[in-house]
Antibody
Framework: EVQLVESGGGLVQPGGSLRLSCAVSGFTFNYYWMSWVRQAPGKGLEWVANIKKDGSERNYVDSVKGRFTISRDNAKNSVFLQMNSLRAEDTAVYYC?????????WGQGTLVTVAS | SYELTQPPSVSVSPGQTARITCSGDALPNQYAYWYQQKPGQAPVLVISKDSERPSGIPERFSGSSAGTTVTLIISGVQAEDEADYYCQSPDSNSNGRVFGGGTKLTVL
């Protein structure tokens, strides 16, 4: 069974940092790109970042460029999202997803709240 | 940046056919994908590559493509189909990804 389990969310003050992790099982991790997708409360889905199978390419939505960094550890079947200089508008549920050009399956998400 | 445009809402009566559109300039050259999201749940892929139905998705879900518009079609809508639906496509200019704004399907 394919599973993606996110962790690391929580409450952080504006300007702070947080590192999200996603542990993957049930498929050959290094065969796939991986993405993070977020959803602000009551809003739609927003793709945030993705990383190539071997980590050699990373892409980001404009609103997080220079603040967020996606990485992966293929030996540990894990993908990460380092989030710095957090803003109130980064408040969202963050989903880890297998990325084959489309997203399937999805994790259950981890909530990040940026507030003072 | 590349954008996908969906109507904010669609309403249908049970048993009728719902059509949700998604427009984007690059859709003639890129596949589109559709996701269903019910309140408090993670999204689920319901249509892949414009019109392919993943395993486990009911046959009443289908998709079509014509030029710069793709359409999610739900035939014989049931109350359980009430949800938010999102289209998604690869970015035409990079290896990024793009979502439409989402459409709330209401079953009257």
């Amino acid at each position: 069974e394919v599973q993606l389990v996110e962790s690391g969310g929580g409450l952080v003050q504006p300007g702070g940092s947080l590192r999200l992790s996603c542990a993957v099982s049930g498929f050959t991790f290094n065969y796939y790109w991986m993405s993070w997708v977020r959803q602000a409360p009551g809003k739609g889905l927003e793709w945030v970042a993705n990383i190539k199978k071997d980590g050699s390419e990373r892409n980001y939505v404009d609103s997080v460029k220079g603040r967020f960094t996606i990485s992966r550890d293929n030996a540990k079947n894990s993908v990460f999202l380092q989030m710095n200089s957090l803003r109130a508008e980064d408040t969202a549920v963050y989903y880890c997803v297998r990325d084959a050009g489309w997203f399937d399956p999805w994790g259950q998400g981890t909530l990040v709240t940026v507030a003072s | 940046s590349y954008e996908l445009t969906q109507p904010p809402s669609v309403s249908v009566s049970p048993g009728q056919t719902a059509r949700i559109t998604c427009s984007g300039d690059a859709l003639p050259n890129q596949y589109a994908y559709w996701y269903q999201q019910k309140p408090g749940q993670a999204p689920v892929l319901v249509i892949s590559k414009d019109s392919e139905r993943p395993s486990g998705i009911p046959e009443r879900f289908s998709g079509s493509s014509a030029g710069t518009t793709v359409t999610l079609i739900i035939s014989g809508v049931q109350a359980e189909d009430e949800a938010d639906y999102y289209c998604q496509s690869p970015d035409s200019n990079s290896n990024g990804r793009v979502f439409g704004g989402g459409t709330k399907l209401t079953v009257l």
